[in-house]
């Protein structure tokens, strides 16, 4: 599946890329935000079928839910400080709330989370 990221959400942008420590980082998020989009759309053909899946899954709505990932993802980094696993960990529900038009409320940072042994922060 193709990835839209729009121009002020690319890599070069530093506004964004400063939520990224390192190029691995870069290709994590990237990873995250194809993973939960596809996911986002199988969820759609789960609930109602195919043929609303293909009706829906076009470039502006690609786009739509990528710019929804990429305002959370500067919530969870930026605002919250959450790590890489943390922001794994929460994408997703954030999308799938605003596609669904419920309200998202991000758990509290005040809160511990476990990442796998060996998992970068």
Known sequence: MELIIPSQHKSGDRSFAELLLSPQQTLRARQMFAKCLKKSFD????????????????????????????????????????????????????LRSEIDGELYTPPSTDRSFGVPEGELL
């Open 43 to 94: 969820e759609d053909e789960r609930r109602h079928g195919k043929p609303f899946r293909d009706r829906v899954q076009t470039r502006d709505e690609m786009k739509r839910r990528a710019l929804i990932m990429a305002h959370w993802f500067r919530i969870f980094r930026g605002d919250l400080g959450y790590s890489m696993a943390r922001c794994e960990a929460e994408m997703y529900n954030a």
